[in-house]
């Protein structure tokens, strides 16, 4: 009976543990984290592989450190694939949506094997519902051949490419968060994302500056979601949002501004639900990010502000699964 429960101990801390975001894989063969979760109604797989990390070290992200220095060649990829296909077969025939991490950008060649990334795309056409493959990545690495290439493999789906836009205001883009990214380089990769006919998910960050008070964040996160709208329309790209409360990920440069920033303090959740609202208000797609992947500063989140409720959260998730479409007392 002892060596029973224990065994059923182990199996429970080791889901724990392979289902907990923040801790890395300690196999090549093995992703960082996989989770079959609903997702504005659909049945999403998210992966996040295990791969060399990104090549990018942007002031606010602290996901870098947790990844490889190293390169992890195509074999060890596809059997991190593998492996969570096989730990969700039971799954296999209800999901309808896959979308793809690592903790970088899913098309950057130098951090995420070409040919790894296409037979996996293939396997994916085997599993007969999906309709959607999600691919995270900055969009200076949406090649219009790469894209086509993917699109080729997979007819049935419509491609998404999922990355980081974060804010329209350049000196907060470039000096805050040190994203190394121009305006003008986004909207080149979002030609190429119209020129694929794919879609694109794009994340804002709610208060991305550690001086911003409570009403100027909302004023530009509108500012960033209006940019954002004007010229996916003129494109005739499909645009959705992911509405992200920005976190201090410890250690990061980020992280440390804030630590000697008078004025900072984190966003309030109920600010983040309004502009939610607010956005779906206007047609468009939007899901609020409660994550903070396993690397923040517990003093840099929504829940140590003053609005913040348990209460909240059932709410949200209702929202995120376009189960209601409006907040009561907000």
């Given at each position: ?58 002031n606010f992200c602290g996901l870098p450190t947790k990844c490889s220095q190293d ?233 140590v502000r003053e609005d913040y409720s348990p209460k909240l959260i059932g709410p ?15």
């Amino acid at each position: 009976m002892a060596s029973l429960r224990y065994r059923i101990k182990q199996l429970y801390e080791e889901y724990g543990q392979r289902k907990k975001m923040g801790i890395p894989a300690n196999l090549k063969d093995r992703p960082h984290f996989f989770l079959h979760r609903t997702f504005l109604a659909d049945h999403d797989l998210l992966i996040i592989f295990n791969t060399k990390r990104c090549r990018n070290h942007c002031n606010f992200c602290g996901l870098p450190t947790k990844c490889s220095q190293d390169w992890i060649p195509d074999d060890k990829i596809i059997a991190q694939f593998e492996y969570v296909i096989k730990e969700l077969k039971h799954s296999l025939s209800v999901l309808n949506r896959i979308t793809l991490s690592n903790e970088g950008s899913m098309l950057d060649t130098e951090t995420f094997p070409k040919d790894a990334l296409l037979t996996i795309i293939d396997a994916i056409c085997e599993i007969r519902m999906v309709r959607r493959i999600v691919l995270e990545t900055r969009v200076e690495f949406c090649d219009l051949g790469y894209l086509q290439s993917i699109k080729e493999l997979a007819p049935k789906a419509l491609i998404n490419i999922l990355a980081g836009f974060e804010t329209v205001d350049n000196h907060i883009r470039e000096v805050i968060l040190g994203k190394r990214q121009s305006i003008d380089v986004f909207l080149n990769g979002l030609d190429n994302i119209a020129a694929a006919k794919s879609e694109t998910t794009c994340f804002i960050l709610f208060k991305p500056d550690q001086s911003m008070t409570d009403q100027e964040a909302s004023d530009e996160a509108w500012r960033s979601f209006l940019f954002l709208r004007n010229e996916c329309e003129k494109r005739k790209v499909i645009l959705h949002i992911r509405l992200n409360p920005m976190y201090r990920a410890a250690g990061s440069r980020w992280d440390i501004l804030a630590s000697h920033c008078p004025e900072y303090q984190p966003p309030r959740l109920t600010d983040v639900m309004k502009m939610a609202q607010r956005i779906r208000a206007t047609g468009t797609n939007v899901y609020i990010g409660l994550s903070s992947e396993g690397v923040e500063n517990p003093a840099g989140t929504f829940f140590v502000r003053e609005d913040y409720s348990p209460k909240l959260i059932g709410p949200i998730k209702l929202f995120n699964d376009k189960k209601i479409d409006h907040f009561d007392g907000l």
